[in-house]
């Protein structure tokens, strides 16, 4: 198959397109880089000429109150290309529990991205990950100092970065779901005592105080970002993850 990939020389996109092409499919990956603009429109009729599935991996560049405005426009403009193309199948990447955090702007957004593609006319698959590995120090960083890191105690089901792809990729090779499939590591923690871990496994010396008001997940209600029943639960543990 002819599958554009939106997207595709990002961190996960990147390696669709390697998981796709090396199963034999005509993987091409498209971005701002290879002149295809999705805020624009740019490039889009050329880059879904003759595809038979696009997955777009695109993602707002901010997570704030500009980033529904990002998926709205993205999205009409792609899904207007991929209805005039004959595109049969439209995969994105969301968020697992994205539907349950209405306080952060960027969740909200998300939803908003879902609802438009489960609108239009193409054939749809949603793909819900939790949070990668690799932000993990992203994450820390914005509540943190030269000698505390502050961490809410909310529980997170995070997974790497690799097997995201591979669950995209799986998808975007199989018939549309009309629907959505989950996908999750295969381990839960605290997000305090993950941040320990990893400053351990780092060598840092700093301290991580468990602080309920801290960071944007302490927006997040319970349990919202654990996969529930029937999610796929990825075979790459943090643990095993830091050691490489």
Partial sequence: MKIAVMGGTGLIGSQVVKILQAAGHDAVPHSQST???????????EA????????????????DDASPAFFQTT???????????GVGHAVILSIVGVD????????????????ILKASSVPYSIVR?????????????????????????????????????????????GAPLQGIRNVAGPDVFPLD???RITLAAHGDQRTVTTDATAGMFAAVPGDALIAKGGAVIAPTSYREWLKR
């Fill in 35 to 45: 002149g295809v603009d999705l805020l624009t429109g740019q490039g889009l009729p």
């Fill in 100 to 115: 349950l955090v209405p306080d952060l702007a960027y969740y909200r957004a998300k939803v908003l991205q879902e609802d």
């Fill in 193 to 195: 005592e993950l941040g």
């Fill in 75 to 85: 999205m009409d403009n792609l899904l207007t290309a991929a209805e005039r193309a």
């Fill in 129 to 173: 990950a939790t949070q990668f590995f690799e932000f993990v120090d992203a994450i820390m960083s914005w509540t943190a100092d030269e000698n505390t890191v502050r961490l809410p105690a909310n529980p997170v089901q995070p997974m790497a970065a690799a097997d995201v792809a591979q669950a995209v990729a799986d998808v975007s090779m």
């Fill in 48 to 63: 879904l000429k003759d595809a038979e599935v696009v997955v777009n991996l695109t993602n707002s560049p901010t997570f």
